[in-house]
């Protein structure tokens, strides 16, 4: 609500805004995720996309971990009753490995699972002060194919006079490349 707020009155006043998107094709149709199963395959870590979330899938799972090898592919399996394992493989090894519990590290809406580990926070840097709230959407199209959508917005104020709001929001769409 804050972030809400603040982006209001950074549009209202003269101010710096700017909005950035890149988005998969319009035409594409999307499946509903209703359990944690409905994600249970492996997606190549590499999109056909461009944009800020062709890193996502290990991004936005793994956050800035450190791999021992790069991967090239992720496998989410299911973990009844509300869980998922999320691995990231190169070469066929296991270089990192997530669990993640429904309504602690993700929560499936609207047809999507949205990891809930992104939260808004506040910062003060180079004579700017403001929030910034980061979040990673999973959908699946019709074919199995993951597609992440990333959303970063910023509010601030520079030099604590000259308001400023940022929104990127980028999606990638990552191919299914087996069974779980």
């Known amino acids: 609500m804050r972030l809400l707020a603040a982006l209001l009155l950074c549009v209202a006043l003269p101010a710096c805004v700017g909005v950035s998107s890149t988005r998969?094709?319009?035409s594409t149709r999307f499946r509903s995720i209703t359990a944690p199963a409905d994600i249970a395959a492996v997606y190549s870590a590499k999109s056909e996309s461009k944009g800020s979330a062709s890193s996502g899938m290990t991004y936005g799972i793994f956050g800035t971990y450190s791999?021992?090898?790069?991967?090239?592919?992720?496998?989410f399996s299911?973990?009844?009753?509300?869980?998922?394992?999320?691995e990231a493989l190169s070469g066929g090894k296991v270089v990192a490995t997530r669990?993640?519990?429904?309504?602690?590290?993700f929560r499936i809406t609207r047809g999507a699972l949205h990891l809930t580990g992104a939260k808004a926070k506040g910062f003060a840097a180079e004579a700017m002060l403001g929030v910034e709230k980061h979040s990673t959407?999973?959908?699946?199209?019709e074919s199995g194919d993951a597609v992440i959508t990333q959303r970063n917005s910023e509010a601030a104020m520079a030099l604590l006079v000259v308001p400023m709001a940022r929104?990127?929001?980028s999606e990638a769409l990552f191919r299914r490349i087996g069974a779980p």
């Open 67 to 75: 791999f021992s090898g790069t991967p090239d592919s992720v496998r």
């Open 78 to 86: 299911s973990r009844p009753p509300s869980g998922l394992v999320c």
């Open 24 to 26: 998969v094709a319009e």
């Open 167 to 169: 929104v990127d929001t």
């Open 99 to 105: 669990e993640l519990v429904q309504d602690r590290d």
């Open 137 to 141: 959407v999973i959908r699946l199209t």
